[in-house]
């Protein structure tokens, strides 16, 4: 009797005593993730697709316990927004506001320009600062110099540049006999120049015989309307437009094309989102092709269940833009966070560089030498909702992405100029 009330009383105590234990327990600080994007002005619509992105991200990392360091303790992944308005210089003030707030992992990706702005900046910011390095997660900033001449040791970019989604884009164009001219046109910064660029390059050395009929440049984000220049693309007798445009500047210009009467082809970056097929309606049937890491439409049970999942989270038609490369990007750093075991920038981006993530069948890899992410990319073409290939709209348009086109990552690669510098 005496042993039984002896072990009574010291389960009592344990019992007592766990709260105290729990409360002893080192409580880990989130791992905050500063997200600097325009969201004002007029391309506010990408900036908080983009946050919705990410978000469904860090919520299923923390779901599962969030991010695992050293001695068994985890951390939540915190996701905190910073309006760049989509200026360089509002950006840089914004990335002086996050890191001032702790933020030690930076995401940005909706402007070429901006993300340059951001490397230089990090690169004197983390010489200047040992103490408080951050590490720079470009999504969607793909003029190729940022991962070439410019290219930096706390730079990681997740999306294909705009070589390699042209590459993707003239493996079309190349097998299409019928096609004899095309218009070139962009938008004025450092990614439209690059994109206009590379289309004539690779046109030259694949397809000598298309002629390009036009090539030029507007100002970004400032052009209202856009029926002069699609005009002039009509009147030019194009029988495609090359186009690198991006948010409202591709869904206006698209909406120029429907209501010129323009019938040709746009071979695009971005005519999969955020406005562009409902534009277009009608008219873009089988001739609004676009390149991309993922599109619902890739036909398998993983990618089908991942796309039901975002819509499951997200269920508006107008939040329906869904990047797979974004969600690949939060799982390499997670990854990356837990092989290091440590938040440390210098040991976390070690660890970035050797990153290989699966998700839901979708694969990538980070390569060492640039910090370019290698990953398969596809080419869809749109189609009416419900015809062979289409099961799934956008944004609730009634147009969906039929992909024509599967390039490997082996084969989607391009070389690097990168000189790397690492600490």
Same mark, same amino acid.
Not at 12 to 34: D, H, S
Not at 275 to 291: C, D, H, Q, S, T
């Given at each position: 009797?005496?042993?039984?009330l002896r072990?009574a #009383?010291?389960?009592?105590?344990?019992?007592?005593? #766990?709260p105290?234990l729990?409360?002893?327990q080192?409580?880990?600080?989130?791992i905050?993730?500063?997200?600097i994007e325009?969201l004002?002005?007029?391309?506010?619509?990408?900036?908080?697709?983009v946050?919705?992105?990410? #978000?469904?991200?860090?919520?299923?990392v923390?779901?599962a316990?969030?991010?695992?360091l050293a001695?068994g303790?985890?951390a939540? @992944?915190?996701?905190?927004r910073?309006?760049?308005k989509?200026q360089?210089?509002e950006a840089?003030?914004? @990335?002086?506001?996050a890191v001032d707030q702790?933020a030690r992992?930076?995401t940005?990706?909706?402007?070429s320009?901006?993300?340059a702005g951001?490397?230089?900046?990090?690169?004197?910011h983390?010489?200047?600062?040992?103490t408080?390095?951050?590490i720079?997660?470009?999504?969607?900033?793909?003029?190729?110099?940022?991962t070439n001449?410019k290219?930096?040791?706390w730079?990681?970019r997740f999306d294909a540049h705009?070589?390699?989604r042209m590459?993707?884009l003239?493996?079309?164009?190349?097998?299409d006999a019928?096609?004899?001219?095309v218009?070139i046109?962009g938008?004025?910064?450092?990614?439209?120049?690059?994109v206009?660029s590379e289309a004539?390059?690779q046109?030259?050395?694949l397809?000598p015989?298309?002629?390009?009929?036009?090539?030029e440049?507007?100002?970004?984000?400032?052009v209202k309307d856009?029926?002069?220049y699609m005009?002039?693309i009509?009147?030019?007798?194009?029988?495609?437009?090359?186009?690198?445009?991006?948010g409202?500047?591709?869904t206006? @210009?698209?909406? +120029?094309a429907?209501?010129v009467?323009?019938?040709?082809r746009?071979y695009t970056?971005y005519g999969?989102a955020?406005?562009?097929p409902?534009a277009?309606g009608e008219a873009?049937v089988?001739?609004?092709?676009?390149?991309a890491?993922?599109?619902?439409n890739?036909?398998?049970?993983p990618?089908?269940?991942?796309y039901?999942?975002f819509?499951q989270r997200?269920?508006?038609p107008?939040?329906?833009?869904v990047?797979?490369?974004?969600?690949?990007?939060?799982?390499?750093?997670?990854q990356a966070?837990?092989?290091a075991?440590t938040?440390?920038?210098? +040991?976390?981006a070690?660890?970035?560089?050797?990153?290989?993530v699966?998700?839901?069948?979708q694969?990538g890899?980070?390569r060492?030498?640039?910090?370019?992410?290698q990953q398969?990319?596809?080419?869809?073409v749109?189609?009416r909702?419900?015809?062979p290939g289409?099961?799934f709209?956008?944004?609730?348009?009634?147009y969906?992405f039929r992909?024509?086109?599967?390039i490997?990552?082996?084969?989607?690669?391009q070389p690097?100029t990168c000189?790397?510098?690492?600490p």
């Amino acid at each position: 009797m005496l042993i039984l009330l002896r072990r009574a #009383l010291q389960c009592l105590v344990f019992a007592l005593c #766990l709260p105290l234990l729990a409360v002893a327990q080192p409580v880990q600080a989130p791992i905050k993730i500063a997200l600097i994007e325009a969201l004002s002005g007029p391309f506010a619509n990408t900036g908080e697709a983009v946050f919705r992105n990410l #978000l469904w991200a860090t919520e299923r990392v923390n779901a599962a316990g969030g991010v695992k360091l050293a001695g068994g303790a985890s951390a939540p @992944l915190q996701l905190e927004r910073f309006d760049s308005k989509g200026q360089t210089e509002e950006a840089l003030t914004m @990335l002086k506001a996050a890191v001032d707030q702790g933020a030690r992992f930076i995401t940005q990706g909706n402007s070429s320009a901006v993300a340059a702005g951001l490397i230089h900046a990090i690169n004197k910011h983390n010489e200047r600062e040992p103490t408080k390095r951050v590490i720079f997660l470009n999504y969607s900033a793909v003029d190729p110099i940022l991962t070439n001449e410019k290219c930096s040791f706390w730079h990681f970019r997740f999306d294909a540049h705009a070589d390699m989604r042209m590459s993707a884009l003239m493996s079309v164009i190349r097998d299409d006999a019928s096609l004899k001219s095309v218009y070139i046109i962009g938008q004025d910064y450092s990614f439209g120049h690059a994109v206009a660029s590379e289309a004539r390059r690779q046109l030259s050395a694949l397809r000598p015989d298309i002629r390009i009929v036009g090539d030029e440049l507007h100002a970004i984000g400032r052009v209202k309307d856009f029926m002069p220049y699609m005009t002039k693309i009509k009147a030019s007798g194009a029988q495609a437009v090359i186009t690198g445009n991006w948010g409202n500047d591709l869904t206006l @210009l698209v909406k +120029a094309a429907k209501d010129v009467g323009f019938v040709g082809r746009f071979y695009t970056f971005y005519g999969n989102a955020l406005g562009a097929p409902a534009a277009i309606g009608e008219a873009g049937v089988g001739k609004v092709l676009a390149v991309a890491d993922w599109l619902p439409n890739v036909a398998s049970a993983p990618s089908e269940a991942f796309y039901q999942s975002f819509r499951q989270r997200f269920p508006k038609p107008e939040d329906d833009y869904v990047h797979m490369r974004m969600q690949l990007m939060v799982q390499a750093l997670a990854q990356a966070i837990e092989a290091a075991g440590t938040t440390d920038s210098v +040991a976390v981006a070690t660890q970035l560089e050797r990153a290989s993530v699966t998700f839901h069948a979708q694969n990538g890899s980070m390569r060492a030498s640039d910090h370019q992410f290698q990953q398969p990319l596809v080419v869809g073409v749109m189609e009416r909702k419900g015809a062979p290939g289409v099961k799934f709209d956008v944004e609730g348009s009634g147009y969906g992405f039929r992909v024509v086109k599967t390039i490997s990552a082996a084969q989607a690669q391009q070389p690097s100029t990168c000189q790397m510098q690492r600490p």
